[in-house]
């Protein structure tokens, strides 16, 4: 197939639309990651629907003295990864297309969730990156729209605006995809040196051994309903040596109901050895939050929840996340 480059909206509403139009929308400098949205909206689209990307580096999200001059601009190369991995047509409007007249005077606020985390640390960018998402799905028109689920906050943001504006559009989370050795895939990652790239690994074996340590108290839990803390029970589980797993059990699930200070507590070492690596890790936040709101979890919590992390590495700040599940039924 051949992938259409349309520069104007004009051009987008000119195509005769058959189906449903499903937008993977980007910055642009496509990667694996984008690749696999990309496949992922050609099979919900299906084949007699329509695939569109965007690609647009919106200056509304950078702030003061972030990369919008370095962000990398690689149109061709796009254009090839998202005609081969399924895309009818790639949306690349000027800024002038996007914002007539210059910067708009109204925007889209991201409320108490966008001053959190991400917004806490760069204020102002998720107004941005809301302002132009509206715009965006204003122009393309899709049924669905596709995000990574790498950025967990912005694509909570995109949720809760097309839910509390009433867009009319199917918001579809996809997860992240990563390299081989566990790092988050990010059209950031070619800023890193060899060295720097080595310290960035911090990152996703934070996450990792957060995971491992929720899982372990999961199991533990489970272990302890299984084993019920009887007389009878013990003399018969020390007859064949299990005795000892069967208190730890019982007293895991006492004692860290839930584990969200576990796995902070196990995320945290990573990044604190890190931090004393050459070059450094230099943490931005690790944060264990309610999705809905991205506010910080108790221990008592119930239900989903994502683990999250930011970090520089010499001039480059990377995201990354996971998510987990606290309270499994008994």
Not at 226 to 250: C, Q
Request: no cysteine; proline share 5%.
């Amino acid at each position: 197939m051949t992938t259409a480059l349309l520069r104007t909206a004009d051009e987008l509403h000119a195509r005769v639309r058959n189906g449903r139009r499903a937008v993977v929308m980007t910055m642009g400098a496509l990667h694996e990651g984008h690749a696999t949205l990309i496949r992922t909206a050609r099979e919900i689209a299906g084949d007699q629907g329509e695939v569109v990307v965007t690609v647009f580096v919106n200056p509304l999200q950078f702030g003061k003295g972030e990369d919008l001059d370095r962000y990398p601009r690689t149109l061709d190369a796009d254009l090839k990864i998202a005609e081969e991995a399924g895309a009818d047509a790639v949306f690349a409007p000027s800024v002038d297309e996007v914002y007539p007249g210059g910067e708009p005077q109204v925007r889209i606020s991201a409320g108490p969730m966008g001053e959190l985390l991400e917004g806490a640390t760069r204020p102002g960018h998720f107004d941005g990156m809301l302002t132009v998402v509206a715009k965006l799905l204003h122009l393309t028109r899709p049924d669905v729209a596709l995000y990574g689920q790498k950025d967990a906050q912005q694509l909570a943001l995109i949720r809760r605006m097309a839910r509390d504006l009433n867009f009319g559009v199917e918001i579809v989370g996809v997860p992240t995809v990563r390299e081989e050795d566990g790092l988050a895939l990010s059209s950031r990652n070619r800023y890193l040196s060899p060295q720097e790239r080595h310290t960035a690994l911090a990152l996703s074996r934070a996450l990792f051994a957060g995971r491992d340590r929720h899982a372990a108290q999961e199991a533990l839990r489970a272990r302890a309903r299984e084993v019920p803390a009887t007389r009878a029970r013990a003399e018969a589980l020390s007859a064949i040596g299990e005795s000892r797993a069967a208190a730890d059990a019982h007293a895991v699930a006492k004692s860290v109901p839930g584990g969200p200070a576990g796995v902070r507590a196990a995320a945290r070492l990573v990044l604190d050895e890190a931090a004393r690596m050459q070059p450094p890790l230099a943490l931005d936040y690790l944060a264990l939050v309610d999705p809905s709101d991205f506010t910080e979890v108790g221990e008592d919590f119930t239900g989903e929840a994502v683990l999250a992390v930011a970090a520089r590495v010499g001039t480059t700040r990377l995201i990354d996340n996971i998510p987990l599940i606290f309270g499994a039924a008994p």
